[in-house]
């Protein structure tokens, strides 16, 4: 657990309702993963609008919120966040949450229109034949080290990057090749 204050540390914050000394235990901007002593970040994108699942993070557990509007029902006991944009403040606080990964590493991001997974999978390997601990961050896979992952997504949000970052970290990754798009 980690406390609020602490993962909103760098976060510019226009408002605060309710106290930032809370435990945390997770956060997420899927209101569907929220459960109890989460924090729920209300993300505008370009399918839906997460400020509309506020209600349903906080039915789930969530005790703190972090959003751009704040709602004009405010619960007693909820603690709510008001940011100017809430994916810049999700990755302030997803780097916070797992302590900073990116800053143990050496982290090499690909560009480009084309070839970033063959780049980034042949840097990988590289390193790899020359005796280091790398990981890999791409469209097609994530590998910590010799641990390979299924990639979810084209490109993975700033919770999933720390997630994976922290997890190189524990494993003594030194260096990470990362698809940037």
């Known amino acids: 657990m980690m406390i609020l204050k602490d993962i909103l540390y760098k976060v510019t914050l226009n408002a605060v309702v309710g106290s930032t000394n809370l435990s945390v235990k997770h956060m997420d901007f899927d209101s569907r993963n929220i459960s109890e002593h989460d924090v729920f970040v209300a993300i505008k994108g370009t399918v839906s609008n997460g400020h509309e699942f506020i209600d349903t993070a906080i039915e789930q557990g969530a005790i703190a919120i972090v959003c751009e509007t704040l709602p004009e029902n405010i619960k007693q006991g909820i603690t709510y966040v008001q940011v100017e944009s809430s994916s810049k403040a999700l990755a302030i606080m997803a780097s916070n949450f797992y302590q900073n990964p990116s800053e143990n590493l050496k982290l090499v991001g690909v560009t480009g229109t084309n070839g970033k997974t063959t780049i980034a999978s042949l840097l990988y390997q590289l390193f790899k034949k020359a005796g280091f601990k790398v990981g890999l961050l791409s469209t097609v896979r994530i590998m910590v080290d010799n641990k390979a992952y299924k ?17 190189m970290n524990d494993e003594g990754v030194a260096y990470c090749f990362m698809e940037v798009s």
């Open 151 to 167: 990639a979810t997504h084209t490109t993975p949000d700033s919770l999933t990057i720390n997630k994976y970052l922290k997890e």
